[in-house]
């Protein structure tokens, strides 16, 4: 009672129910107690409501969004009443709504614009929870273990393998049997683990600020880069697609800056280090230089010279420069707009679930024709990683109407 969600109809399923209805403002609910009272008109109390109920721009008086201000006041009913241990309230937009039907000359959407689906309200048990963070069952907890140790593997033979154009490193394993000389190779392997601990540890700070909760992350190996990153499921549901958002991009964001910083400082201190140094680092393709735009302008400005050596001929480099590379190019990869990836999330948090839907479907063939085309290699296996593990949508937040406002996207 007193609600600004008007409900216009409800219907119940096995585990719920569902409410439709209109958002009133804050001066439509004033006029229409006020006409409960009998003190003014109904045009007054009809002036306070625009397409779908939320005003003509879907905000309210102050700038805030109506979706977000109605469902705050639901909320706040509900942690009042006695059912809130037991119901949980979600705002999402009506999934049966379909362009031109009977609804879709007068529904708004989540911004409030005309012609699009409108908003309910779904109540389900205080119980139910996201199945990714449930517990995990005897074979999952098996096959997250692997992936750790399967995980450890890889980033300890990328370590090795950035070493392996050094002639005096490859002449000390190989031809000598000296296993001491892989000592060598283990700042790069701590260093390629330490990013993605970073990487993990920025989505642990986010979610504890934002109110959600996480489960642990499951590693993903790489026989290209050591490790793709981690699967971080959810346990709870985010309160707001701003807080998904926040929670998506901390990660990659915070690991980038790291990483860049990591590839400039081992790009200085290889053109400042001695011939004796240079003797003793990790050796990789001038053209690993040269991949791409970013690689390229660091390298034209920090080692010049590096850029007039062939594409082919191996270069020392600091492993500095190794780490930073591997984490740019792992948080590159989980920037990417598809399903549970940090990008994923973050593109759905942004623009909405379905648009989501079609740029994963669009990103997930672009990159099976890059894997088809030979073109790149780590291709294959992300895309098949991402293809099993997560190319479906991500959990709900509370409040899916109200968007992340324009300043975010």
Request: some cysteine.
């Amino acid at each position: 009672s007193g609600s600004r969600f008007r409900c216009d109809g409800w219907d119940s399923f096995k585990l719920g129910a569902v409410y439709r209805g209109d958002f009133v403002s804050g001066r439509a609910a004033r006029a229409l107690s006020a006409m409960s009272r009998g003190t003014t008109k109904m045009s007054d109390a009809r002036g306070g409501q625009g397409a779908g109920g939320q005003g003509e721009d879907g905000v309210d008086a102050a700038g805030r969004p109506l979706s977000e201000e109605v469902f705050d006041d639901v909320l706040r009913r509900l942690e009042a009443s006695d059912m809130s241990e037991r119901v949980q309230l979600f705002l999402i937009d009506d999934p049966e709504w379909r362009p031109g039907g009977p609804d879709g000359l007068t529904a708004s959407s989540a911004e409030g614009t005309s012609g699009g689906p409108p908003s309910i309200i779904l109540a389900i048990p205080k119980a139910a929870m996201p199945l990714q963070g449930s517990e995990m069952g005897t074979g999952a907890k098996a096959l997250a273990g692997l992936s750790v140790l399967a995980t450890l593997t890889t980033t300890f033979a990328y370590a090795v393998t950035v070493y392996a154009l050094n002639p005096s490193f490859f002449d000390a394993v190989v031809n000598e049997g000296d296993s001491a000389a892989l000592v060598s190779c283990l700042p790069v392997f701590f260093g390629v683990l330490a990013l993605q601990i970073v990487h993990e540890a920025a989505h642990v700070i986010a979610a504890r600020l934002r109110d959600v909760e996480i489960g642990l992350p499951v590693p993903l190996p790489s026989l290209q880069i050591g490790t793709f990153g981690c699967i971080t499921p959810l346990r709870t549901f985010p309160k707001s697609r701003r807080d998904m958002l926040d929670l998506a991009l901390s990660g990659p964001l915070v690991t980038m800056v790291i990483s860049l910083v990591a590839v400039g400082a081992g790009l200085s201190l290889t053109v400042g280090a001695s011939a004796e140094s240079l003797q003793s680092m990790p050796m990789v393709p001038a053209g690993l230089m040269k991949s791409s735009f970013l690689m390229g302008s660091l390298t034209s400005v920090l080692a010049p010279k590096i850029m007039l050596v062939p594409l082919s001929q191996p270069v020392p480099v600091h492993p500095l420069f190794t780490m930073g590379l591997t984490g740019l190019v792992s948080s590159a990869l989980n920037l990417l707009p598809v399903g549970r990836l940090d990008g994923g999330r973050a593109f759905s948090s942004a623009f909405g679930r379905r648009s989501a839907i079609l740029v994963s479907f669009l990103t997930l063939v672009v990159m099976a024709v890059a894997a088809l085309s030979g073109s790149s290699q780590i291709s294959i296996f992300w895309g098949l990683l991402v293809t099993v593990f997560q190319r479906n949508g991500d959990v709900p937040c509370r409040d899916e109407v109200t968007g992340v406002g324009s300043a975010r996207r």
